[in-house]
């Protein structure tokens, strides 16, 4: 019996966590950076930019260029190796967008998944009444012609809907899924099964949500279409609490070991007014983003709500067998809540650093440079000729593609050397090798240059392979 008490319970986890109450202050005071220069990054480097732009865009929708899908990726990859790789407790799933109407009716999507709508009466823009921000006397101006005067609040339902097969008519009518959560439960018995796993354990998602926001807003911070990272854990009932716990400090360590800065993390508490319909208790991991202490990932105690839900709609037993304990219940389950959009908004921001650089010439520069961990960076490695010389380029080219064979490269010849280091340094590649006129001529060797430091060895190259290895942080 002990045994059985000690296997269900969490290990230890010495994590020290910034946890503070529901009401805490939520301006963020002074940044480094502010929005606009990220966005700007973005836009001139194509990491992120509006969608259909050539068209005019579409609010709330962003396309990810080439670095930009690198940076995702590898956001998700972290999240993936935390999650399952390093684990025997977690496994994936990848379940379909569009599922059957009645599980959003189960979830409680349909009637409640809402937000308080108003108009304002002069110019007829819609606003999010909750995002409305009052002035000092606590009164309230359309953000767009300064009116007064707003519509009462509508509950406004902010799942998409489409139709599936060729007739349009509420029979027909599906939902683009907001989060990516239900899946997980309406398949836990499948997989549990299937997996042969016990609980206490996990099933996890990396996927698109969909949620029409009434004013998407901060860049890539609150869209329509976006990807979340959620793990649903189930346990027994009764270890619930500890789990929470658990999870909340895991998932405080996943940002931190990721090169976050903790004093621009938080965990914020729910107040009780603020819970989910399905939730005993929830926290926000909270960014200081420059335009507040915002949500990053929230970790809720979701109860057996959502399993006690789908086996009453269902009417198929979602209840476990705890061989073990010669017990059945409905597993309660803890849920870390992810968004990808927003982590690797948070990840840039708190990467951002404008600073000095010595010239050649012995002057000073100014230099933009992402101090990314090196397994976020899109490339880990330049390669760079030290110009395009007939002489140079066939051992760039085959140095990078020895490298290409293990990491994300980039070969660039194009412009002077200086400035080939400083676009480097500002999408976050952590080494530069240089070929240069005495690697061909004479050592064989090549220069690398480390992005933080900006220190310059030499070094053979059949020593190179190794030595990236060595000094590249990719876990
Ligand atoms: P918010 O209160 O900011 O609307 P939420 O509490 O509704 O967010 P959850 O339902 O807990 O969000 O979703 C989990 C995660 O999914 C959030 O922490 C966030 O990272 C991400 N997410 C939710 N909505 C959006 C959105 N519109 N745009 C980008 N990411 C989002």
Redesign the pocket.
């Known amino acids: 019996m002990t045994e059985t008490i000690q296997h269900d319970l969490p290990p230890p986890l010495d994590v020290k966590i910034n946890r503070v109450a529901a009401d805490a202050e939520s301006t963020a005071g002074t940044h480094d950076v502010s929005m606009d220069t990220i966005v700007e990054l973005c836009k001139r480097r194509g990491i992120i930019f509006p969608s259909s732009e050539i068209y005019g865009g579409l609010r709330g929708a962003w396309d990810y260029g080439p670095l930009g899908a690198a940076l995702k990726d590898n956001v998700k990859a972290a999240w993936k190796r935390n999650m399952l790789q390093l684990r025997d407790d977690i496994v994936q799933l990848d379940a379909a967008i569009l599922m059957h109407p009645r599980v959003w009716e189960a979830s409680g999507h349909v009637a409640g998944f809402t937000d308080p709508l108003v108009e304002c009466t002069s110019c007829n823009q819609r606003w999010r009444a909750d995002h409305l921000e009052p002035n000092a006397k606590g009164e309230v101006y359309c953000p767009n012609c300064g009116a007064k005067d707003f519509s009462e609040p509508k509950q406004f339902n902010l799942m998409f809907r489409t139709f599936v097969g060729p007739t349009e008519d509420t029979s027909a009518q599906v939902w683009m899924r907001p989060?990516t959560a239900q899946a997980m439960f309406v398949d836990f018995a499948h997989i549990q099964l299937t997996s042969r796993q016990k609980v206490p354990f996990g099933i996890a998602q990396v996927g698109k949500s969909f949620?029409n926001?009434i004013t998407?807003r901060n860049f890539?911070?609150?869209?329509?279409e976006?990807e979340?990272m959620e793990m649903e854990f189930f346990v027994r009932p009764g270890t619930d609490e500890q789990w929470h716990d658990y999870w909340i400090r895991n998932r405080w360590q996943w940002y931190i070991d990721l090169g976050m800065r903790p004093e621009n993390l938080r965990i914020r508490d729910h107040a009780e007014d603020e819970l989910s319909h399905y939730a005993k208790a929830t926290v926000d991991v909270e960014y200081r983003f420059p335009f507040a202490w915002?949500?990053?990932?929230?970790v809720a105690n979701r109860t057996d709500f959502d399993l006690r839900q789908h086996s009453e709609f269902s009417g198929k037993d979602l209840s476990y067998y705890d061989q073990e304990r010669d017990e059945r219940y409905l597993p309660y389950v803890v849920e870390p809540?992810?968004?990808v959009?927003?982590s690797m908004l948070a990840f840039l921001v708190d990467a951002y650093r404008e600073e000095e650089a010595p010239t050649a010439k012995g002057g000073v520069d100014k230099r933009t440079v992402l101090r990314l961990h090196h397994a976020l960076a899109p490339v880990k490695v330049a390669v760079l000729p030290l110009s395009r010389n007939a002489k140079l380029v066939p051992t760039a080219r085959q140095v990078n593609d020895v490298l290409k064979r293990r990491w994300a490269t980039q070969y660039d010849d194009a412009g002077a050397i200086g400035r080939r280091y400083r676009r480097q340094d500002e999408i976050g590649t952590p080494f530069c090798v240089t070929v240069d006129f005495e690697t061909v001529e004479s050592d064989q060797a090549v220069t690398v240059r480390d992005r933080d430091t900006m220190v310059q060895e030499r070094l053979p190259i059949d020593r190179l392979a190794d030595y990236l290895g060595e000094h590249l942080t990719l876990d």
Do not use: H, K, T
């Open positions: 989060e949620r926001e998407p890539i911070f609150r869209v329509r976006f979340q915002s949500e990053l990932e929230g809540a992810a968004g959009d927003r």
